[in-house]
């Protein structure tokens, strides 16, 4: 069985522009959640979707958004990045939504912003 | 607001010298508490899940326990693959979201 995957692995952006991060649970799993994981803050909680609405969503600002397709798939944009906003995006999936003991992380990626 | 702070930072054993992971956790209703391995360049990997003070549970050479306040991990005869932060995160009654620690970076010396 598949595990999670996102793509890419390694993003380097500058200052202003805005990234789009993929996500792809694992087969049969509909919940996808995002966090942002720093050295100082570890890993905080974007937000969640499932059957393509956005169940749950933490504390960041606009700039951070997010959608999942029909086939579970899921998105996040990051609109006018700033350096802060340097991070490894994790994605996990679980089924069902909301049970953190069946969630998997996928292997998250860098973004570097310059 | 749940909160979770995690200690020490860092550990450095030498192979078999067995020791502890604290997590102190503040939340309004605990649903779970949850422990999971992260491997550099990689996700977080789940390990186990506390519902109640006074659970345990095992696995290999771990054992995670916890009390009103506080969870500790506890790591017995440690082997150098055993190297790897372990996260710490409670999810509270009415807030699916998970509240994690920073983290304990666990470095086993061989």
């Known amino acids: 069985k598949a595990g999670v995957t996102q793509t890419p692995r390694y993003l380097i952006k500058t200052r202003g522009q805005q990234v789009t991060l993929s996500c792809s649970p694992i087969?049969?799993?509909?919940?996808v959640s995002w966090y942002q994981q720093t050295p100082g803050q570890g890993l905080q909680f974007l937000f969640e979707y499932f059957s393509e609405t956005q169940r749950n969503k933490g504390n960041f600002p606009g700039r951070f958004s997010g959608r999942q397709f029909s086939n579970s798939r899921s998105e996040m944009n990051v609109s006018t990045l700033e350096l802060g906003d340097s991070a490894l995006y994790l994605c996990?999936?679980?089924?069902?939504?909301?049970?953190?003991?069946?969630?998997?992380f996928g292997p998250g990626t860098r973004l570097t912003v310059l | 607001e749940d909160q979770v702070t995690q200690s020490p930072e860092a550990l450095r054993l030498q192979e078999g010298e067995s020791s502890s992971l604290n997590c102190s956790y503040t939340?309004?209703?605990?649903?779970?508490l949850f422990w999971y391995r992260q491997d550099p360049g990689k996700g977080p990997e789940f390990l186990f899940t506390?519902?109640?003070a006074g659970e345990e549970k095992e696995k290999e050479r771990l054992k995670a326990t916890l009390t009103k306040k506080e969870s500790f991990l506890h790591i017995t005869a440690p082997k150098p693959e055993d190297s790897a932060t372990y996260l710490c995160a409670v999810q509270s009654f009415g807030n699916e979201k998970l509240t994690f620690g920073t983290g304990t970076r666990l470095t086993i010396i061989p």
């Open positions: 996990a999936s679980s089924q069902p939504p909301g049970t953190a003991d069946t969630q998997y």
């Open positions: 939340v309004s209703g605990l649903r779970g």
């Open positions: 087969s049969g799993h509909r919940s």
């Open positions: 506390l519902y109640s």
